[in-house]
């Protein structure tokens, strides 16, 4: 019943209740005497009208509360019907962002458990796709009878499971949904709500999951050294640190990328005063600095032997930090020379990336020891200012006893400019795990300075092992030195052309296109190989085995999507022909192969999803590789094109098949965005 008919009700019955106590005064009136008889007949009138309410109600007679009610019904009826149109507006307006099936299951299981047992705190939601069984299964009931159990409260997890589904709200995603064994909700997909999808997915194209927040992301990665050439060591951070980028470029977030370069401090005394002995005319000829590497040895063995010279290299280091002119424009001129040479290897590899390397910094780390000594924090010992972190046993050293600065000072000053000038709610540091003990030391002094609140603010380092060679130590040449970065993606192309050529690929294409094809699997198969690792471990580096096209490899997963986008191409369907019959064909999912491949393709915003959350990119990796086998499944069992086994012409096409195929595709391609992989044409 209403508010506003029950408060009418009450006051019908209490004017009845008056009507009542008005006939006992007529009765006593009537025993006092005629004298009083038109005092009778009023009152009989009015308890004729107090009998009739709906009358009082059409001469505007109300009480004062009814009528404040009844104003504040019109109000609340007036913000429904705005609120009604509202939704029917979001409803008609189609999201720009893919259904998780997964998410979505959670939410629906979510909110029917918790209307079952409103009265438990937090009830446990578990959803795990179950390949066996159904599509996907609930295992709460077990975890919820436990929660009863000790409130006192025995439940049967079956009994608890059947409620469960009694809760579930109407909906037209699942076909249907039933209780297994002890108590397991097995869940099984309607294909009308599944072939929506894929259609959704081929008219308005592959999008990101839906984000709960857009952040401002800054990662750091790749931070080679000047004067050094990029070596296997820095392979890791560019390809892992790039392919984060693009995942957080993709769903959404606004990205900073990051180069922290390694272009001040000491070594740079005995570059100049190299540069200065070797090409004293330097100011006004730019010096011939073919091999930055050479150069950089050459002044080090001189740096380790000659005591003149290191005194000359300690005075220009002086002279740099005070920032003198000459010296000044020698150090940018060394850096001149790495940062094309850095730049070649972005190039080749597809990073972009802005460089901010710590000579950047070297202003703000004099705000950073100001800052900290005015909130005592730092400490005196044996001549150095140093800073005890919560958590950690060592203390920071901000301050050698010299007067400079340290590792420490600079990451503290990086991280508080990152959080308050470039405003990053979202700080990721693409760094071997060898440094995992000093960032988490950065992170725990910048928190307990309050710079930034866990609750808000993702602070993580991404680690990643090492790159090992075949015998399992680290990847060296065969004279013991580091693989220089540009060697190895040299050797990659080589390779890659070797296996083109014996799979006799040179004949098939054109010089142009041989060249284009080499590069993509030389570099799609390095950064692959990587990325499929989980970066937390070693991972054992192989030309042999990257370039397989057998297995979980990119030269697989690049002929499997030539291939696929080939069947329409042999076809003669056009992309346009594939553009049109996705609006008006209905995507059949009648065969069993045509069931799980749908659903495989629908499973990217669970697996996107799932790299947000811990940025293991060899997730995507796994899901792309079992795309492509189970459309290998499909198509070995379910024709695309039917063709006259005499002629060779083509006599029926299934377009339905064909947009599957196409669907495919597009999964495939954005995965390969992400991971920074160039798809071919033909291979």
């Not at 080749?348 to 710590?358: K, T």
């Amino acid at each position: 019943m209403t508010a506003e008919r029950l408060v009418a009700r009450n006051f019908i019955e209490h004017w009845l209740f008056s009507a009542v106590m008005i006939c006992a005064q007529v009765q006593t009136l009537f025993h006092s005497g005629f004298a009083r008889e038109a005092e009778i007949k009023r009152l009989e009138e009015e308890i004729q009208t107090l009998q009739n309410p709906q009358k009082l109600l059409a001469e505007g007679v109300v009480s004062p509360q009814l009528e404040a009610l009844q104003s504040e019904n019109s109000k609340l009826k007036y913000q429904i019907n705005i609120l009604k149109r509202s939704i029917a507006t979001e409803k008609s307006r189609k999201p720009n962002h893919m259904i998780s099936i997964s998410s979505l299951v959670e939410d629906v299981f979510g909110l029917a458990i918790r209307k079952a047992f409103p009265d438990v705190d937090n009830p446990p939601v578990m959803i795990q796709g179950s390949s066996k069984f159904a599509d996907y299964q609930c295992n709460s009931a077990m975890n919820i009878a436990k929660i009863l159990k000790e409130k006192g409260q025995g439940a049967n997890p079956r009994d608890i499971a059947d409620k469960i589904i009694q809760h579930l709200p109407q909906s037209d995603y699942f076909e249907k949904v039933e209780v297994q064994g002890p108590g397991f909700i097995n869940i099984f997909l309607n294909k009308e709500f599944v072939a929506d999808q894929v259609g959704e997915l081929l008219n308005r194209g592959v999008r990101p999951p839906r984000l709960g927040v857009k952040r401002r992301a800054l990662v750091d990665f790749s931070s080679p050294n000047i004067a050094k050439e990029m070596h296997v060591g820095h392979l890791r951070s560019t390809i892992i640190g790039e392919s984060i980028c693009r995942l957080l470029e993709w769903v959404g977030h606004d990205v900073v990328r990051i180069n922290h370069l390694g272009d001040w401090g000491t070594q740079f005394g005995m570059l100049i005063a190299h540069l200065k002995d070797k090409f004293p005319n330097y100011k006004v000829v730019s010096p011939p600095i073919g091999d930055l590497q050479a150069f950089y040895k050459e002044s080090k063995a001189r740096f380790d032997s000659d005591e003149a010279f290191k005194k000359k290299a300690y005075e220009a280091v002086v002279q740099l930090q005070s920032y003198d002119k000459d010296h000044i424009n020698a150090w940018k001129l060394i850096c001149d020379v790495s940062r094309k040479e850095f730049q070649k290897i972005y190039d080749r590899l597809g990073v972009s990336i802005i460089e901010r390397g710590e000579s950047f910094y070297q202003e703000l780390m004099k705000d950073v020891v100001k800052l900290l000594e005015e909130k005592g924090k730092l400490e005196l010992d044996d001549g150095r200012k140093i800073m005890f972190v919560p958590g950690c046993s060592v203390p920071m050293t901000i301050v050698k006893s010299d007067g400079g600065f340290t590792y420490d000072t600079s990451d503290m000053a990086a991280i508080r400019h990152r959080l308050f000038d470039e405003k990053a709610d979202w700080l990721i540091y693409v760094v071997d795990a060898g440094q995992g003990s000093h960032l988490q030391q950065v992170f725990a002094a910048a928190e307990d300075l309050g710079w930034y609140n866990k609750k808000l603010t993702r602070v993580e380092h991404v680690a990643f092992g090492v790159v090992l060679g075949e015998d399992k130590k680290k990847f060296k040449t065969r004279s013991g030195d580091t693989v220089r970065l540009v060697d190895l993606l040299d050797e990659g192309i080589s390779r890659a052309e070797q296996k083109l050529v014996e799979k006799g690929r040179d004949k098939e294409l054109t010089k142009e296109e041989l060249e284009a094809v080499k590069r993509a699997v030389a570099y799609g198969c390095i950064k692959y190989a990587d990325l499929s690792h989980n970066r937390n471990h070693d991972y054992v580096f192989s030309f042999d085995k990257m370039l397989d096209d057998r297995g979980n490899t990119a030269a697989y997963l690049l002929y499997a999507l030539t291939r696929i986008r080939s069947i329409a191409r042999n076809s003669n369907i056009s992309q346009e022909d594939l553009k049109q019959a996705a609006r008006t064909t209905r995507i059949d999912l009648g065969h069993p192969k045509e069931w799980k491949l749908a659903k495989c393709i629908l499973r990217l915003p669970e697996v996107i999803l799932r790299c947000l959350d811990d940025l293991l990119l060899h997730t995507l990796c796994e899901y792309l590789y079992e795309l492509s086998n189970t459309f290998t499944e499909f198509y070995d069992s379910c024709y695309c094109i039917e063709k006259d086994k005499a002629t060779g012409a083509i006599v029926k096409v299934n377009m339905s098949r064909l947009l599957l195929c196409e669907a495919t595709a597009n999964v495939i391609a954005t995965g390969f965005h992400v991971l920074g992989i160039n798809p071919l044409e033909k291979m």
